[in-house]
C-alpha cells in the first residue's frame, strides 16, 4: 500500500500506519507457525517491521529474535495475540503499548518497559530499569531480577510481578492494579497513590505519601497463590499488604455546573 | 540530556585498548547527545606532569590573525612554563589549538594553572601525573579521530557526550571537567545541580577558580577539596548527596579509583556491569553492550548508591 504525499512517497505497514523509507528487511527463517532472525546487523525499524510482517502478513504466531544487543524501542506496539521471544537483552522502551503478545526476554530490559501495556504477558528473566510498567493498563508483567525506579508509576491496571527488589517511589501515582515486590522496597512507596494494591514480601524503606498497610484478605492470599501458580514461582513468601489512606481525597462526584446548582 | 560512561580495568589493563573502547561506548549513546564528547583517561603514571590546554575554541571564528595569535599565545604559555621553572620535555598538538604538554615540574600546580589560565584563551583541562582530558565538538568518533586516542591505553576512562542545554556549545562547556586545581581528578555528570551558586560561591570564598559557567564543574573540585581535607573519595561523595542538591549521576575519577554516585530520587539512569576484568557503566545498556560481546549480567544501581573501585 503507497501513497504520494506531496513529494514524499510514504509507504504504509501491514496496519496501515506510516513508516517513511525503511523496508521489512525479509531475513527471518519461518517454518510453518515459527520463525527465527537474527537482529544484530538490524536497525531499530528493521526488526520492529520484520517482526510487524511476521505477525501480521506472515501468519506467523511465534517469533524468536536473537542478539537484540540492547537496542531501544524493540517489539513496541504488537497489537495481535503471538508469542515472542528476545533471547538477549533490551535497551530503553522495549515491549512498549502492546495488546495481546505473550512476551519472553532472556536478558534484562532498560528504562520504560512495557509501558502502557493493555494485555499480555511479558515475562523478564533479567533485572529491568527505572519505570518499569508505567502507566500499565493490563496484563502481567513478571521481572525475575530487580526494577528499578518509580516502577508502576501511574498504573492504571494490571500486575507487575517481581521477584527481586524495587527501588524508590514505586507505585508512584498508581491509580488501579496490583504489585507484588518480593523482596525489599525503597522509600517513597506508593506515594501518592489512588488506589491499587502493593504487595511487599521485604522490608519497606520509607511509606510514600497516603500509603498505609492494607488489611489482608481471602482474595489477596488467593490472587497472589494464583500469579506464583501460573509463573511457576514456587510457594509465595509472606507479604504485607499497601492501600492508598485516601487523605489526599479532595474532591466530590459533582460537576461544576452541579456544583452551582447545589451550593 | 547528555550520557556519561565509565571504565576500570582491574588487572592492569589486560591488553584492552582504553582509547577504543570508551569511543565506542560514547559513539553508542550518541543519541543522548551529539553536540560534544569528552574524555577523561588514565594512562600509565610518569614522573612527569602532563598539562592539556587549548587556546580556542572550534567554532570561533578564523579571522585574519588567527594563526598568528596562537603562535603568539603558545609562544606566551610555553614561556610562562618555563619562567615557574618547568622544564619542557615535549609538547605536542592535535589539533591548531589544543596541547599536551609533558613538563618537568615540582612546583605548585595551582600557581602554574593559574599563570597559564591568563594568558588569551588558554584553558587547562586537566593537570595531573596520568590523567589527560580531551574534549572537543562532534560526535565520539570525530574527537577520537582528532586526536588520535584509538591508540590510547590505561587504566581507567571516564567520558561523555552533551546535549547542551544550560549553555553554550564549546570546548568549556563539554565534559569531563579536571578539578581544578588538583591532579588526577575529572568528573562526568548526567543532571542538574539546584544550589550551583551557593556551592561555587563557598567554594570561591575559599580560593578556588572555575572555568566555566556549568553546574557539574561543582561536583569535580567540591570532591576534590574533601579529599585534600582528608576524606577519602568514597566519604567526599556520601558527603556529596547531602550537600549537593538537584538530580544527578556522576562518576569521579582519581588516580587509582573511578566511583558513581546517584542522587536521593534516582532521576538519572546508570547501569552497571561488574566483571572480574573490568567494571564497565554507563547511561544506557547499549554502551556496555558495544565493548562487551557476550551475555553479562547488569544492574541499575539505586538511589543514595555510592561505588567505587580502585584498580
Given at each position: 500500500m503507497d501513497a504520494l504525499v506531496g513529494e514524499r512517497r510514504i509507504s504504509y505497514d501491514a496496519r496501515g500506519l506510516a513508516e517513511p523509507t525503511a523496508e521489512v528487511p525479509n531475513?527471518?527463517?519461518?517454518?510453518?507457525?515459527?520463525?527465527?532472525?537474527?537482529?544484530?546487523?538490524?536497525?531499530?525499524?528493521?526488526?520492529?517491521?520484520?517482526?510487524?510482517?511476521?505477525?501480521?502478513?506472515?501468519?506467523?504466531?511465534?517469533?524468536?529474535?536473537?542478539?537484540?544487543?540492547?537496542k531501544h524501542s524493540?517489539?513496541?506496539?504488537?497489537?495481535?495475540?503471538?508469542?515472542?521471544?528476545?533471547?538477549?537483552?533490551?535497551?530503553?522502551?522495549?515491549?512498549?503499548?502492546?495488546d495481546g503478545p505473550e512476551v519472553h526476554i532472556t536478558g534484562r530490559v532498560g528504562w520504560s518497559a512495557c509501558e502502557n501495556m493493555m494485555s499480555g504477558v511479558v515475562v523478564i528473566e533479567g533485572n529491568a530499569g527505572s519505570l518499569t510498567g508505567a502507566a500499565l493498563r493490563g496484563g502481567d508483567l513478571v521481572v525475575k531480577g530487580r526494577v528499578g525506579a518509580r516502577s508502576g508509576i501511574d498504573q492504571k491496571g494490571g500486575t507487575i510481578l517481581t521477584l527481586g527488589s524495587a527501588g524508590s517511589m514505586t507505585g508512584f501515582m498508581m491509580q488501579r492494579g496490583r504489585q507484588i515486590i518480593c523482596e525489599d522496597a525503597g522509600p517513597g512507596l506508593g506515594d501518592s497513590m489512588y488506589d491499587g494494591i502493593?504487595?511487599?514480601?521485604?522490608?519497606?524503606?520509607?511509606?510514600?505519601?497516603?500509603?498505609?498497610p492494607g488489611e489482608w484478605t481471602e482474595a489477596d492470599t488467593e490472587f497472589i497463590e494464583r500469579k506464583f501458580r501460573i509463573y511457576g514461582l514456587g510457594s509465595p513468601p509472606e507479604f504485607q499488604k499497601f492501600v492508598c489512606g485516601k487523605k489526599l481525597y479532595n474532591y466530590d462526584n459533582l460537576e461544576p455546573s452541579e456544583r452551582k446548582l447545589v451550593l | 540530556?547528555?550520557?556519561?560512561?565509565?571504565?576500570?580495568?582491574?588487572?592492569?589493563?589486560?591488553?584492552?585498548?582504553?582509547?577504543?573502547?570508551?569511543?565506542?561506548?560514547?559513539?553508542?549513546?550518541?543519541?543522548?547527545?551529539?553536540?560534544?564528547?569528552?574524555?577523561?583517561?588514565?594512562?600509565?603514571?610518569?614522573?612527569?606532569?602532563?598539562?592539556?590546554?587549548?587556546?580556542?575554541?572550534?567554532?570561533?571564528?578564523?579571522?585574519?590573525?588567527?594563526?598568528?595569535?596562537?603562535?603568539?599565545h603558545r609562544a606566551e604559555v610555553e614561556g610562562r612554563m618555563r619562567e615557574l621553572g618547568a622544564q619542557i620535555?615535549?609538547?605536542?598538538?592535535?589539533?591548531?589549538?589544543?596541547?599536551?604538554?609533558?613538563?618537568?615540574?615540582?612546583?605548585?600546580?595551582?600557581?602554574?594553572?593559574?599563570?597559564?589560565?591568563?594568558?588569551?584563551?588558554?584553558?587547562?583541562?586537566?593537570?595531573?601525573?596520568?590523567?589527560?582530558?580531551?574534549?572537543?565538538?562532534?560526535?565520539?568518533?570525530?574527537?577520537?579521530?582528532?586526536?588520535?586516542?584509538?591508540?590510547?591505553?590505561?587504566?581507567?576512562?571516564?567520558?561523555?557526550?552533551?546535549m547542551a542545554t544550560e549553555s553554550d556549545v564549546d570546548i568549556s562547556g563539554a565534559h569531563p571537567y579536571w578539578a581544578y586545581p588538583f591532579a588526577d581528578v575529572a568528573v562526568v555528570h548526567n543532571g542538574q545541580l539546584t544550589n550551583y551558586f551557593q556551592w561555587r560561591r563557598r567554594l570561591e570564598r575559599s580560593g578556588h577558580r572555575f572555568q566555566s559557567e556549568c553546574d557539574s564543574e561543582i561536583i569535580a573540585v567540591y570532591l576534590a577539596e574533601k579529599m585534600s581535607e582528608g576524606l577519602s573519595l568514597e566519604e567526599s561523595m556520601n558527603a556529596s548527596l547531602d550537600d549537593l542538591d538537584g538530580v544527578f549521576t556522576y562518576i569521579c575519577v582519581t588516580g587509582d579509583a573511578l566511583g558513581v554516585a546517584k542522587d536521593e530520587m534516582a532521576a538519572k539512569?546508570?547501569?552497571?556491569?561488574?566483571?572480574?576484568?573490568?567494571?564497565?557503566?554507563?547511561?544506557?545498556?547499549?554502551?556496555?553492550?558495544?565493548?562487551?560481546?557476550?551475555?553479562?549480567?547488569?544492574?541499575?544501581?539505586?538511589?543514595?548508591?555510592?561505588?567505587?573501585?580502585?584498580?
Open positions: 531475513v527471518a527463517m519461518v517454518d510453518g507457525t515459527a520463525a527465527v532472525f537474527d537482529a544484530a546487523p538490524l536497525t531499530t525499524r528493521q526488526i520492529n517491521l520484520e517482526l510487524r510482517s511476521l505477525v501480521y502478513e506472515r501468519g506467523v504466531t511465534d517469533v524468536t529474535i536473537k542478539n537484540p544487543g540492547s524493540l517489539g513496541v506496539g504488537i497489537l495481535t495475540r503471538c508469542r515472542i521471544t528476545f533471547e538477549g537483552s533490551l535497551g530503553y522502551f522495549g515491549c512498549g503499548l502492546i502493593i504487595y511487599v514480601g521485604g522490608k519497606v524503606k520509607a511509606l510514600g505519601i497516603d500509603c498505609v | 540530556m547528555c550520557g556519561i560512561a565509565g571504565i576500570i580495568y582491574r588487572n592492569g589493563n589486560g591488553g584492552r585498548p582504553l582509547g577504543a573502547d570508551m569511543t565506542r561506548m560514547l559513539q553508542s549513546m550518541k543519541h543522548r547527545g551529539p553536540d560534544s564528547t569528552g574524555y577523561a583517561l588514565y594512562g600509565p603514571a610518569s614522573d612527569l606532569v602532563l598539562v592539556r590546554f587549548t587556546l580556542a575554541d572550534a567554532n570561533d571564528p578564523r579571522d585574519f590573525e588567527f594563526t598568528e595569535r596562537l603562535e603568539r620535555m615535549n609538547i605536542e598538538f592535535d589539533t591548531e589549538y589544543a596541547f599536551r604538554a609533558a613538563l618537568r615540574y615540582d612546583g605548585d600546580l595551582k600557581r602554574l594553572a593559574d599563570y597559564l589560565e591568563d594568558v588569551p584563551g588558554c584553558e587547562v583541562l586537566s593537570l595531573g601525573k596520568s590523567l589527560e582530558i580531551v574534549k572537543d565538538l562532534g560526535d565520539a568518533e570525530s574527537v577520537a579521530d582528532q586526536y588520535g586516542l584509538g591508540k590510547f591505553e590505561g587504566t581507567h576512562a571516564i567520558g561523555h557526550v552533551r539512569p546508570l547501569v552497571l556491569y561488574e566483571g572480574d576484568d573490568m567494571v564497565a557503566l554507563a547511561s544506557e545498556e547499549i554502551a556496555i553492550r558495544a565493548i562487551i560481546d557476550h551475555e553479562i549480567e547488569t544492574y541499575d544501581p539505586y538511589e543514595r548508591e555510592v561505588l567505587v573501585w580502585t584498580r
